[in-house]
């Protein structure tokens, strides 16, 4: 079972999976300080080895450097974060959850348009 992340932890899986899967201290720092977070070097390095122990990473030696590798897909992440939040809050439902959208008018025409497309076996809907 892939476990929940804190919001900081997927700020580092999103770095690493925007970078094909893989990403070493130095790129995930760049990245950080490229959106605005200044964190130090010991949180970034604490938050990184918790995401190697619920098994989202792991790590391997380059020369000296720690090279993060991406265990789990963001995909499948999305996947059972998403199975879990219908579970939590619509018992399951889909239906429930597409009608509070629609009902709370988060869900544009255009949205519903790439929607429709995709499951018209087009393309659209983001995956």
């Known amino acids: 079972m892939i476990q929940q992340v804190s919001d900081s932890e ?3 899986m999103k770095i690493v ?3 094909g899967g893989t990403a070493l201290y130095a790129h995930i720092m760049e990245e950080l300080t ?3 977070r200044i ?3 010991n949180t970034v390095i604490t938050l990184l080895s918790r995401l190697v ?3 989202l990473l792991k790590t391997s030696k380059i020369g000296r450097r720690n090279e993060y590798v991406a265990i789990v897909s963001e995909a499948d992440y999305r996947a059972v974060q998403t199975q879990s939040f219908l579970n939590k809050l619509y018992d399951g439902n889909v239906k429930g959850l597409v009608a509070t959208l629609i009902q709370r008018d988060m869900l544009t025409a255009e949205d519903y348009e790439e ?3 995709f499951w018209e076996g087009g393309t659209g809907a983001d995956e």
């Open 34 to 36: 490229k959106a605005g």
């Open 39 to 41: 964190w130090q070097k």
């Open 53 to 55: 122990e619920k098994g």
């Open 17 to 19: 999976w925007a970078n």
């Open 10 to 12: 997927l700020e580092l």
């Open 115 to 117: 929607l429709r497309r």
